[in-house]
């Protein structure tokens, strides 16, 4: 499931604030996110975009969203996955989705 069809609102913000950041690494790698898993823990949602258990070498800090979202890439400069936080709107929709998250 891609993340833009799975949470519409929040792949707008993603996507406006990779833009005023200069981001286009990233930007271009958006529109085939898929969800491969998530957890969540309180007010904490981790979207996984890749799950082969691989490191992350870099975050890019998307600090003109509400809350506090952030990007982590791979070495390849892949996205890895998406850290959600203070964002009851998002978990909110991620719950109403009925997805199972699969703790780590």
């Known amino acids: 499931m891609k993340i833009a069809d799975l949470l519409p609102s929040l792949y707008q913000e993603i ?8 981001r286009d690494d990233a ?9 491969a898993r998530h957890t969540l823990h309180g007010d ?3 979207l996984y975009t890749i799950d082969d258990g691989g490191k992350v070498a870099e975050n890019i ?4 969203i509400p809350g506090m ?10 996205v890895r996955g998406i850290e959600v936080l203070d964002r009851d709107d998002v978990i909110a929709e991620v719950q109403l989705l009925n997805i199972t998250p699969i703790p780590k």
């Open 44 to 46: 904490a949602l981790y």
């Open 15 to 22: 996507q406006t604030d990779l833009k005023r950041l200069g």
């Open 69 to 78: 979202v952030v990007l982590d890439l791979d070495e390849a400069g892949r």
């Open 61 to 64: 800090d998307l600090n003109g």
């Open 27 to 35: 930007l271009a790698q958006l529109p085939d996110l898929t969800l």
